[in-house]
């Protein structure tokens, strides 16, 4: 018999790719260098743990199509294995260096993967969702009762400066522990992007697309389905071992519902379609969860509620907006769009205006009037109680209301336009 | 014998409010494939509209008025939400009902605050209905049953016994034929799903009375209902009504028994001290595992027997 004939290939140099890759690298060895204050590091850090977290949930979502409402137990537990790995290092019982402990959260996380894994992916869709809530509340009502483990109320606590230093680094200042996170973030964006063009990679998005074909050319879907699970849980108990790094505390908070609710919120505001689209929704969903805490006490309100639009009007999350105007760049016709983005940008941002004054002044006269209604937005004192911002702000709703919806309607006319003429230029 | 007796009418009671939400949940589940993760949160939103109208008008007469209100939110909701993530599938449903669920517990938490609400039982329910030996029965609890179980009976007549019933019932297994001959089914969905929350609604102004009005009661509620749901069979009102008694009567027990395993072995002749290994385990009280076993039967169904007690279909 002849040998195999050899397969030709061709392949091209993806220089994009490469680019891409290369400016993110250097992105994230440079920022610190720019931004050197300790808030901004323990932003990022904190970015960095969140990315990795929800590129481990998008490989459920977004490439398995397994909507889980429990993926904190993974990270959580992770997180709490690590912690006491720490603990052991840190009283000499065992050796090993702080540098791996996201290593150990990984491993632990795959350990759970492959123990519940096996009971939630024995459905999939709707069912999969429940069961994922119930095994989150199974672990988050555990993690409350046994507090030898779970530390109870206060947590685990640790000290992440371990040992003798290596080449300097103790891992005590910020910016030390920043690079730790990078280098696992960069290591597991690199691992995850890659999972996704392995056979196992493939057969998820089959599985997820058409699971009744994909058992018929020999596949077992449960089985495709845990193994997804199993690597997603390593990827999230490597956050899981990272934020116990960061923050050298782990509490029940770690494994509880809002810790899932969060992850999910964070991937799909970046978008599920895309690779890239969790990386922008961590950095997103970290960015306005830092930066609208310390402004205003209903922030989770309007995390909602952009959740909400997002999920009602861009299912494909930021990521696909992007991607629309890039083709749109790409065939030309951006400049001719541009001017009515800024237009109902506009109207947006008066919308956005009058929302933020209803709810705010709601808040103060309900729950904050301890000290009296006056208050101070945007730099302006007002009296919530007082009749004329009550006013401003229905005027807002209407003018803005009004205007927003001519300048949406204009939008949507102009991009269905540019949609018809690429379609017969292509004809 | 008297911890039994009240425990069961405890359990049976606690099971018929799981009951009022869980069966709001299937019908909207059979019916649309939509499992309304905003469920609890509507409960939540009857019990503060209840306060907020009993405040004015007085309790019995906002236990009319208030899950009218919640299923006018439902029917608007679905009307102007659901309907438009509906051509995106059912993950996108489920999304934005969790993002519902999500939004409307901070828009509670703006509007009356983190705190739990004054919402207390009227001066006519106040009180013992009966005692059994030494223990009373809340006149409330009493009070709670009677509304569920009439509740349950003007469902049944509803739908089996009325027009618009007969086509909800037609809606619900050949939508396609429904319309053809001139429903108007998207309507009819909006009429379940309004009418769902509002069932959800009229839970909350009992539930909240029964136990505490605050902003953390939906998401301690919420996981209950979709055990109940998955326990009884996905879309199976009397697998729901089955696996609500269950649950309610599990929990009510396991909370009142110092039952452990440590105490079982100590009976069976191994002593188990704080030496032991795995100690904490052993320690466990019955009473301390309860807010777990209902997770616990959920997964031992899901190994056992998927499609739950009355379901059908095992996805």
């Known amino acids: 018999m002849a040998a195999a004939p050899s397969r030709l290939r061709y392949r091209p140099l993806n220089l994009a790719r490469w680019l891409i890759w290369g400016l993110t690298v250097l992105a994230m060895a440079v920022l610190p260098q720019i931004f050197t204050q300790g808030f901004a590091i323990t932003l990022m850090s904190q970015m960095g743990v969140a990315i990795i977290f929800a590129l481990s949930y998008n490989m459920l979502l977004g490439q398995g199509g397994m909507l889980s409402f429990g993926h904190a137990v993974y990270s959580g537990l992770g997180a709490y294995i690590a912690v006491h790995t720490l603990n052991l290092a840190s009283s000499g019982q065992i050796w090993i260096p702080v540098s791996l402990m996201p290593l150990i959260g990984g491993l632990a996380g795959a350990f759970f993967g492959v123990v519940f894994g096996y009971v939630t992916t024995k459905r999939s869709g709707t069912t999969f969702a429940m069961i994922t809530l119930g095994i989150g509340e199974l672990v988050a009502t555990c993690a409350l009762m046994f507090k030898e483990f779970f530390g109870g109320e206060g947590g685990i606590t640790t000290n992440r400066v371990v040992g003798q230093p290596f080449l300097g680094i103790t891992f005590g200042p910020g910016v030390q522990v920043y690079y730790l996170i990078a280098f696992w973030c960069l290591l597991s964006m690199a691992l995850m992007y890659a999972w996704s063009h392995t056979p196992l990679g493939r057969i998820a998005n089959a599985v997820r697309d058409n699971p009744e074909r994909a058992e018929f050319i020999g596949y077992d879907t449960q089985r495709v389905r845990w193994f997804t699970l199993i690597i997603s849980a390593f990827f999230a108990g490597i956050a899981g071992g990272l934020s116990m790094i960061n923050f050298e505390i782990v509490t029940a908070e770690n494994v509880g519902a809002l810790r899932s609710a969060y992850v999910l919120i964070a991937t799909f505001i970046g978008g599920i379609g895309f690779f890239f689209g969790p990386i922008i929704g961590a950095i997103v969903f970290t960015f306005f969860v830092v930066a609208l805490s310390g402004y205003t006490n209903a922030w989770q309100f309007y995390l909602g509620l952009f959740f909400v639009l997002m999920v009602m009007y861009a299912p494909g999350g930021i990521a696909s907006l992007i991607m629309m105007q890039v083709q749109l760049i790409a065939r030309k016709r951006f400049r001719r769009i541009a001017p009515h983005y800024l237009a109902a940008g506009a109207c947006g941002l008066l919308l956005l205006a009058a929302l933020i004054l209803t709810v705010e002044m709601t808040y103060k006269i309900s729950v904050d009037s301890a000290d009296g209604t006056v208050m101070n937005l945007f730099g302006v004192q007002f009296d919530a109680s007082a009749a004329p911002p009550w006013a401003v702000a229905i005027g807002l709703w209407v003018v803005g209301g009004a205007l927003f919806n001519m300048a949406r309607k204009r939008v949507a006319r102009i991009l269905g336009e540019i949609q018809t003429e690429i379609l017969q230029a292509k004809t | 014998?008297?911890?039994?007796?009240?425990?069961?009418?405890?359990?049976?009671?606690?099971?018929?409010?799981?009951?009022?939400?869980?069966?709001?949940?299937?019908?909207?589940?059979?019916?649309?494939?939509?499992?309304?993760?905003?469920?609890?949160?509507?409960?939540?939103?009857?019990?503060?509209?209840?306060?907020?109208?009993?405040?004015?008008?007085?309790?019995?007469?906002?236990?009319?008025?208030?899950?009218?209100?919640?299923?006018?939110?439902?029917?608007?909701?679905?009307?102007?939400?659901?309907?438009?993530?509906?051509?995106?599938?059912?993950?996108?449903?489920?999304?934005?009902?969790?993002?519902?669920?999500?939004?409307?517990?901070?828009?509670?938490?703006?509007?009356?605050?983190?705190?739990?609400?004054?919402?207390?039982?009227?001066?006519?329910?106040?009180?013992?209905?009966?005692?059994?030996?030494?223990?009373?029965?809340?006149?409330?609890?009493?009070?709670?049953?009677?509304?569920?179980?009439?509740?349950?009976?003007?469902?049944?007549?509803?739908?089996?016994?009325?027009?618009?019933?007969?086509?909800?019932?037609?809606?619900?297994?050949?939508?396609?034929?429904?319309?053809?001959?001139?429903?108007?089914?998207?309507?009819?969905?909006?009429?379940?799903?309004?009418?769902?929350?509002?069932?959800?609604?009229?839970?909350?102004?009992?539930g909240g009375v029964a136990f505490v009005t605050e902003p953390s009661m939906a998401a301690a509620l919420g996981p209950i209902i979709f055990v109940v749901a998955v326990v009884g069979g996905m879309g199976s009102l009397a697998g729901a009504f089955l696996a609500s008694l269950l649950i309610g009567i599990i929990q009510t027990f396991a909370i009142g028994l110092d039952w452990s395993l440590g105490g079982f072995l100590g009976a069976v002749g191994i002593a188990v001290t704080a030496q032991t290994p795995l100690y904490s385990l052993w320690k466990l009280q019955l009473s301390q595992v309860a807010p777990v076993l209902p997770y616990l039967l959920l997964v031992l169904m899901l190994i056992f027997r998927p499609k739950g007690l009355l379901g059908t279909r095992a996805d």
């Open chain 2, 1 to 206: 014998m008297e911890f039994f007796v009240i425990s069961l009418l405890n359990g049976v009671s606690y099971g018929l409010l799981l009951f009022m939400l869980s069966s709001g949940l299937t019908l909207i589940f059979s019916m649309m494939g939509v499992l309304n993760f905003a469920h609890a949160a509507f409960y939540m939103v009857g019990a503060y509209a209840a306060y907020a109208i009993g405040f004015k008008i007085g309790f019995f007469p906002a236990l009319f008025v208030a899950p009218l209100v919640v299923g006018a939110i439902g029917a608007l909701v679905e009307r102007y939400g659901l309907r438009t993530v509906h051509k995106y599938g059912h993950v996108a449903e489920l999304l934005f009902t969790f993002g519902l669920a999500y939004l409307i517990e901070e828009i509670v938490k703006v509007i009356w605050g983190l705190t739990a609400v004054p919402y207390r039982v009227p001066e006519v329910l106040d009180g013992p209905l009966f005692t059994v030996y030494s223990t009373a029965f809340p006149k409330m609890r009493g009070f709670m049953m009677l509304v569920a179980l009439l509740m349950l009976l003007a469902v049944y007549l509803l739908l089996k016994r009325t027009r618009i019933g007969l086509v909800i019932q037609a809606a619900l297994t050949h939508p396609q034929m429904a319309e053809a001959l001139g429903h108007n089914v998207p309507r009819v969905f909006m009429l379940v799903f309004g009418g769902g929350t509002a069932l959800a609604g009229l839970a909350g102004v009992i």
